[in-house]
């Protein structure tokens, strides 16, 4: 095909993509066709399906052409690449993909507005962890002695312990990792974790999880975890499905603290006990009547996400020249779309799961991002079987998760049943909660009683500054299933093997290597001297160059891993099978480059390289 072009001879290139038709989960495609009559009547001339995406110029057909300028977007043809040229000038040709660009401060010669008067790092909105800070993980990974104590009925059933959940992400991707439901059979989950909005918006989750057809809540889902905006007839889906079945728990009397259990029941055998105090469900209540215009809550939104410019070039800084522009574009609308879709005309409804019901505010930090729950690379590697652009990073998080959260839908729908006991206490004290039979509707549920788990992941609950390992080893290794020798509690450590660096700063062999990887002759080091901008990035660079595995065993014996395990009756496990100690560290042996797009990750995912995973098994 011949390349187009515009008057005075500007060339437009478009490439040919290589798409693997049935890549996408098996049973979803023909499950499109069985969409709800009431949720098909979507006001957009555009509907995402699971398998297609869309031309940049929204003719309606798929793009199957990728612009090579950006590789952002994707045209059905060459005519319509031409007539879309002056909108998509702007994205293809953005001074943040220039080699000229600088961040605003160093445009006007100051320090930027981020770095406080104390030297350190200023915060911007509220502390709620609404998304991941890790990308997700599928905790279950079943060893074959664990299939054959399921074949022998010794073990009846699969249960696994959420004990500070944060999102779903975890749960779904666990799901979604089954290869045959039937080798096990039924599935208790207890999700737990002691925000109210994250328990609310899991709760939210499984309820539409359990409604709809794998297709329609994938969707639903991950405009609820991720946009701001929600076409009407989503919203109507979600504000409807979810009014029925609150509707339905009788939280009327009682204190605000009192716990009131309510158990949903769904096709398959599926049940759902949540159990929240009658403030929480009131809480629930108040996000379900929540209302206010798009433009209010666009200005709320960027007031955190957009209000700073010196902190969107803090985040832009690192990026690669186009995933500045997807980043920004996400920025700018709030919206989990294809770029091509950002602009897309029929999200007007206000996504109440994302606004504090109180105060309107959007609750969570700037830094917040959805990059940072899911692995970005498996993103992309997905969605180029499908044909989305390498550059749109949005648009592969888009197919990639709805595919993880139609994967779990089916797989769901294959088991014997799932019971997911959801609460909202302090981890501390889960065990208690769990062991006692909740009371519903004036009836006591012993079925309802989980003691024993096959998987406990507790996320970083374990860092000293929350309920350190003592804590968590005593609380939650008598949990482990005592019939299952490879029963695991999964431990995170975020900050641990970091706090000597954060105390005392890098090694200073690790800064001579960061001097020399990222600006190629430590002389230059003269020129950071009084500039805390540049000796914070380089401190960084260092920090991801260090081996922190020195630091985590000097950590482990101040501590008392070894006595707090005696004691809790543990051992570590000494082959990790969930995932390995140090998922996100350099590997620093081969050439810089492999170095640098190692480095990059961690920066696309706001991750510190120190981040490590311990299991834990009985003794």
Not at 112 to 129: K, N, Q, T, V
Not at 191 to 197: A, E, I, L, T, V
Not at 277 to 298: C, G, P, Y
Request: hydrophobic share 40%.
């Amino acid at each position: 095909m011949a390349n187009p072009t515009k008057d005075g001879g500007e060339t437009l290139g478009l490439e040919k993509l290589d798409l693997e038709p049935g890549s996408v989960s098996s049973n979803a495609k023909g499950k499109m066709k069985a969409l709800d009559t009431s949720f098909a009547q979507v006001e957009s001339s555009y509907k995402l399906s699971l398998d297609v995406y869309p031309c940049a110029s929204n003719c309606g057909s798929k793009g199957a052409l990728q612009c090579k300028g950006c590789a952002l977007v994707c045209y059905c043809s060459a005519s319509c690449q031409l007539a879309n040229w002056e909108v998509h000038k702007a994205t293809c040709k953005s001074p943040l993909t220039k080699p000229t660009w600088k961040p605003i401060w160093e445009v006007q010669n100051r320090m930027p507005e981020w770095i406080s008067s104390e030297g350190g790092m200023d915060y911007h909105g509220e502390i709620a962890y609404l998304w991941g800070n890790v990308p997700a993980l599928d905790i279950l990974q079943l060893s074959e002695a664990e299939y054959a104590l399921l074949k022998r009925e010794e073990v009846k059933n699969v249960a696994l312990c959420f004990a500070a959940s944060g999102d779903a992400r975890n749960v779904l991707t666990t799901f979604s990792s089954i290869t045959d439901p039937r080798k096990i059979g039924k599935i208790d989950i207890a999700m737990n974790d002691k925000n109210q909005y994250v328990s609310i918006r899991n709760l939210a989750t499984f309820l539409l999880l359990f409604h709809y057809p794998p297709t329609i809540a994938a969707e639903l889902i991950l405009h609820l975890s991720y946009s701001i905006f929600l076409t009407t007839s989503q919203y109507q889906a979600i504000e409807t499905t979810l009014r029925g079945y609150l509707d339905k728990v009788d939280y009327g009397t009682g204190s605000k603290s009192t716990v009131v259990n309510h158990l949903f029941e769904f096709e398959g055998g599926n049940k759902a006990l949540a159990s929240l105090t009658v403030a929480e469900w009131n809480t629930f209540d108040q996000i379900l009547k929540l209302r206010f215009s798009k433009k209010r809550a666009m200005e709320r939104w960027k007031h955190i996400m957009l209000g700073r410019p010196d902190r969107i070039d803090r985040y832009l800084e690192p990026l690669k020249p186009y995933d500045r522009v997807a980043f920004k574009g996400y920025r700018e609308s709030g919206l989990m779309l294809p770029y091509s879709q950002f602009q897309n005309s029929a999200y007007t409804k206000t996504n109440p799961f994302l606004f504090n019901p109180n105060t309107f505010n959007w609750m969570m930090l700037d830094s917040s991002t959805p990059e940072q729950g899911w692995d970005v690379d498996k993103a992309i590697e997905f969605g180029a079987k499908l044909g989305v652009p390498k550059n749109d990073i949005f648009g592969n998080l888009n197919f990639y998760i709805r595919d993880i959260i139609c994967r779990a839908s089916e797989r769901l729908h294959g088991l014997n049943g799932c019971q997911i006991r959801l609460t909202c206490v302090d981890a501390r004290n889960l065990s208690s909660v769990l062991a006692a039979a909740p009371v519903v509707q004036n009836i006591e549920k012993p079925e309802w009683i989980f003691t024993q788990f096959d998987r406990i992941e507790v996320s970083n609950i374990c860092d000293e500054q929350y309920l350190g390992i003592k804590t968590v080893l005593t609380t939650f290794g008598p949990l482990l299933r005592p019939k299952n020798p490879d029963a695991t509690l999964l431990t995170l450590f975020i900050n641990a093997a970091r706090m000597s660096i954060i105390q005392d700063g890098p090694r200073p062999e690790s800064i001579t290597k960061a001097m020399r990887l990222f600006f190629h002759n430590p002389m230059v080091a003269q020129q950071f001297i009084n500039n805390p901008v540049k000796t914070g990035r380089v401190l960084e660079l260092a920090s991801y160059l260090t081996d922190f595995s020195h630091e985590f065993e000097l950590h482990m014996r101040a501590v008392g891993f070894n006595d707090a395990a005696r004691r809790a009756g543990l051992k570590r496990r000494v082959n990790q099978r969930i995932i390995s100690q140090w998922p996100f560290g350099i590997i620093q042996d081969g050439p810089g480059e492999n170095i640098k797009s190692q480095v990059y990750i961690l920066d696309r995912h706001g991750l510190g390289g120190a981040e490590c995973y311990l299991e834990w098994v009985r003794d």
